[in-house]
């Protein structure tokens, strides 16, 4: 890939999300800096896609607010936060008859006037990002015949055609096999871009991210690095499992064991 956008630093600051009555998120701050990579964590209805929906502006915050280099995203235009930020959505685009190029071209539209079509440099931008997720082969296939994680990587593949310098993802290695779990988060690490990833794998979220940010019932309940976030107690708290957590061998990335029994057994929340 060639370069992306500047990295910006972006702060949620005092973020609370209330809708139909319900705290979604609660009194939430979180200051990512410029090419840190940090993953939201937590069990079922903590709040992460509701956070998240606030970094991208789909969900307006009841109040607080994220900043973008200290700027408000809602004073932006739609067009001015498309070329800073973009985002991995958990929801595909809505099934027309449309190609794989057709959807990863998507992400070039923030740099277009209306109606005008791709030159030289979006074509090769958009084949560049279709390359990097191993999805150029279907660059003509209908997206919505696709696997789930086949669409999964297109979207990605959009994402980098933005060409932003911040990255908003939302259970981004969701249908992904091994393989492309660890292809694309890596990726995203290589791309030097400030990211915040919601995630459910604790240890991928070790392995390729600086920091660790655990919601809970709309709040924050821990954030720091994986070794000093990912501990016995805190899966005990949040995810109600007894684990353990080494450290591997060869890679001195903490790992997360849960333990099938203990005192837990029965209550079905084993999944992390």
Request: glycine share 8%; with cysteine.
């Amino acid at each position: 890939m060639s370069t992306m956008g500047t990295p910006a630093e972006l702060h949620a600051e005092g973020i609370h999300v209330v809708v139909g009555g319900r705290s979604l998120v609660r009194d939430v701050s979180l200051r990512i800096a410029p090419g840190e990579v940090v993953a939201l964590v937590g069990p079922n209805g903590a709040g992460k896609s509701t956070l998240l929906r606030t970094f991208y502006r789909a969900q307006r915050p009841t109040s607080g607010r994220v900043l973008l280099d200290g700027a408000d995203i809602w004073r932006m235009t739609g067009r001015q936060l498309a070329r800073r930020l973009a985002a991995v959505l958990q929801e595909a685009p809505a099934e027309f008859e449309l190609t794989v190029y057709d959807v990863v071209a998507m992400g070039r539209s923030p740099y277009k006037r209306a109606f005008q079509g791709d030159d030289a440099d979006d074509r090769d931008i958009v084949m560049s990002a279709l390359e990097s997720l191993d999805v150029n082969h279907l660059a003509q296939a209908p997206f919505d015949r696709l696997s789930g994680g086949e669409k999964q990587r297109v979207l990605i593949a959009r994402a980098l055609a933005q060409r932003t310098g911040t990255m908003v993802l939302d259970e981004p290695t969701n249908h992904l096999d091994l393989r492309h779990q660890f292809d694309a988060l890596r990726l995203v690490r290589r791309l030097g871009v400030t990211a915040v990833v919601a995630l459910h794998d604790l240890n991928l979220a070790a392995a390729f991210c600086d920091r660790i940010c655990v919601l809970n019932a709309g709040r924050v309940v821990a954030a720091g690095s994986p070794a000093k976030v990912l501990t016995p107690a805190l899966l005990a708290e949040v995810y109600q499992v007894d684990a353990d957590v080494t450290v591997h061998p060869r890679t001195g990335i903490p790992q997360v064991s849960v333990l099938p029994g203990g005192r837990f057994e029965g209550d079905g929340s084993t999944s992390t």
